[in-house]
């Protein structure tokens, strides 16, 4: 059993398209979170939600819409994609908002053409 | 404003020997710090960790040391296998921000 689970795993859009990326835990977490690693690598907090309540939102366009309808879920909406948005995305979970151990997705492969 | 450095992007290291991942940070108000393993295709994983208030601590073959005066975490494997070969991403806790930083990451090799 997948612990957190997001799909798709692959994405191939054309610019100005509109994409959702969804992801799950059974973790029974409380706390979920969405990661982008771009480019240079780095894994960049951009979402975390906490009971379906959002907790952080850096600095991200509103083009990205997170909709977290229940604890166990969180998925990722993005509109109007532009070619800066390929990147690998990462879901994760963890047991509470404060807690410094978190559980990653395998990741959401986003291509922009 | 990056406040996790790992400055070796990529390392290779015989098996058997000892790797040594390095990590640096700028922020004093970190207080617990973490390695996470990536394997290609997969999510990072999480290692080991160590809080503030401590310089060591291990965990089998792996020991993660911090030097919070020169703000510098190290990773220690000891002896190297070949499955340790993964991107291994230094990570901090920010408690004022509820939330964990990350590095860049660096590419370990393990050759034979």
């Known amino acids: 059993d997948t612990a957190v689970s997001q799909t798709p795993k692959y994405l191939v859009t054309q610019m100005g398209n509109d994409k959702s990326i969804k992801c799950e835990q059974n973790l029974g977490h409380d706390t979920m979170y969405w990661y982008k690693q771009d480019s240079k690598k780095f894994l960049k907090i951009m979402f975390s939600y906490n009971n379906k309540e959002l907790i952080i939102n850096e600095t991200v366009p509103n083009r990205f819409s997170p909709k977290s309808p229940d604890k166990a879920h969180l998925n990722l909406h993005i509109n109007s994609l532009e070619l800066g948005d390929s990147a690998v995305y990462f879901c994760?979970?963890?047991?509470?908002?404060?807690?410094?151990?978190?559980?990653f997705g395998e990741g959401s492969w986003l291509t922009v053409v | 404003d990056q406040q996790v450095k790992q400055n070796s992007p990529s390392l290779s290291v015989q098996e058997g020997r000892i790797s040594i991942l390095n990590c640096d940070y700028t922020?004093?108000?970190?207080?617990?710090f973490l390695w996470y393993k990536k394997y290609p295709a997969e999510g990072p994983t999480f290692l080991i960790s160590i809080s503030s208030i401590k310089d060591k601590n291990e965990d089998g073959r792996f020991t993660v040391f911090l030097n919070k005066s020169a703000k510098h975490l190290s990773l220690h494997i000891v002896p190297s296998q070949p499955g340790d070969s993964a991107v291994y991403f230094c990570a901090f806790w920010d408690s004022s921000a509820s939330k964990i930083i990350f590095g860049s990451g660096t590419r370990l090799s393990i050759r034979p």
């Open positions: 922020n004093s108000m970190f207080d617990y």
């Open positions: 994760a979970s963890s047991p509470r908002d404060g807690g410094n151990t978190i559980y």
